[in-house]
């Protein structure tokens, strides 16, 4: 048992030991409020410049004058942490891809201190302007629908506009498809666009494979038949080139056949009548590369009014899809699924310079009907355009004129190599 002498010295070392723990608290304390308040490179946390070495304390200036950046201020679009805050490492998260150690100061300053960032400078734009491309072009007269806003089918869709470009070998290709008037501007009949197309190669890139297709504007469900037919054209005659069939031998019944087959198909899993997925097609096999006499020979076959045109100098020639005359003018008799076997098929030879196209009767009817396009399209599509332009230009304006419009057009090279 301890004296009183024992306890007394007791109470005096814990006296002396609360009060050292005390002063170690508040100076913590003050440290990190003094690190607060003081400037960067001056607080307690790892200085960047130490040693012998050290240039200055004060960062170096930037190549721009001005009101120095806070710590941690976005600069150049990043956030820079004081010197003394460590970027945090969550779990899970990528590996860093930061430049080696003073490469990425070089690039970006950290911390200046002469000028702040540049902020981006956008051109300004009157509140007032609008970005328009050009009008569409007007053949005959223009119509009051052309003018009229676009409405929404009742049930969701594909896209009402359609754009692709690419080169196949040393063909140049572009395709556009676009809903008519007639099918957008109804607010209780807006349709979807029932136009489709489909460009595609073999798989030794040794021919471009292209179909159109024109659903039915009776036939509820044919923008989906559309579709099914022109993928499946394409995949059909793939497989045959893939599996070495020369172009003019191409079985076009078989490959109508199985188009009619998939749409058939695509009606009875959605329990839809044949009458609702009806389309008419037509499809295309061109050589990718200009063989050694400069002329392609070219595989179509097509059924209905969708129409194949090749460009001669002084006009437009076409090779499929004239329509009926007299009284049955505009009437089918012909189309998928029903009458695959009544596909025809061509072989042409396609020369250098010329262009070959493929559309539906949007484009077609006015190729046919109208002289004033026939020779628009022609001058315009001496050589390639691109996508956009070819979207304008099936946009065309003209009176009576509301069906959709698809148009894919190939291009092969001249005779020096040139595309035009």
């Given amino acids: 048992m301890a004296g009183p002498y024992g306890a007394t010295a007791g109470l005096v070392v814990g006296a002396v030991a609360g009060f050292l723990a005390g002063e170690a608290v508040k100076a913590v304390t003050s440290r990190k409020q003094d690190e607060r308040t003081m400037p960067e490179g001056v607080a307690g946390g790892p200085r960047q410049d130490t040693g012998p070495s050290a240039v200055s304390s004060s960062p170096a200036p930037a190549a721009r004058t001005g009101t120095p950046a806070p710590a941690g201020a976005q600069w150049h679009g990043t956030t820079t942490p004081a010197p ?138 044919s923008d989906t038949a559309a579709a099914v037919a022109t993928l499946s054209l394409v995949n059909s005659l793939r497989r045959q080139l893939d599996e070495g069939v020369p172009p003019f031998h191409l079985d076009h019944h078989t490959a109508f056949l199985e188009a009619a087959q998939q749409v058939h198909a695509i009606a009875r899993q959605r329990q839809w009548s044949a009458d609702s997925v009806r389309t008419v097609a037509v499809a295309a096999v061109v050589p ?46 012909t189309y998928l699924p029903h009458t695959p076997e009544a596909v025809e098929r061509r072989h042409l030879s396609l020369g250098p310079g010329q262009a070959l196209v493929l559309t539906t009767d949007g484009v077609g009817d006015a190729l046919t009907e109208l002289p004033q396009a026939h020779d628009w399209f022609h001058h315009h599509w001496a050589a390639p355009v691109t996508a956009l332009d070819l979207l304008l230009h099936i946009s065309y304006d003209s009176h009576q004129r509301n069906d959709d419009r698809t148009a894919v057009v190939v291009w092969t090279p001249s005779a020096d190599g040139g595309r035009s």
């Fill in 84 to 221: 003394w805050q460590s970027p945090p490492s969550a779990v899970g998260e990528r590996p860093s891809t930061a430049a080696p150690a003073g490469e990425e100061d070089r690039m970006v300053p950290a911390r200046p201190t002469a000028e702040p960032a540049v902020p981006v400078v956008r051109k300004h734009v009157p509140s007032t302007a609008a970005w328009t491309c050009p009008p569409p072009p007007v053949m005959y007269q223009p119509s009051r629908l052309a003018e009229l806003p676009w409405r929404l089918p009742p049930q969701p869709a594909p896209p009402g506009l359609a754009a692709d470009s690419a080169r196949v070998g040393d063909l140049e290709v572009r395709a556009a498809s676009v809903v008519g008037p007639g099918h957008r501007i109804d607010e209780t009949r807006a349709g979807p666009r029932q136009d489709s197309y489909r460009i595609g190669r073999d798989a030794a890139a040794r021919h471009l494979v292209v179909a159109v297709a024109d659903g039915m504007s009776d036939s509820s469900h």
């Fill in 288 to 333: 990718a590369d200009t063989p050694p006499n400069g002329d392609r020979d070219i595989w179509l076959a097509g059924l209905g009014d969708t129409s194949a045109w090749v460009r001669e100098p002084r006009r437009w020639a076409q090779l499929l899809g004239e329509k009926e005359q007299g009284p049955d003018a505009g009437r089918l008799r």
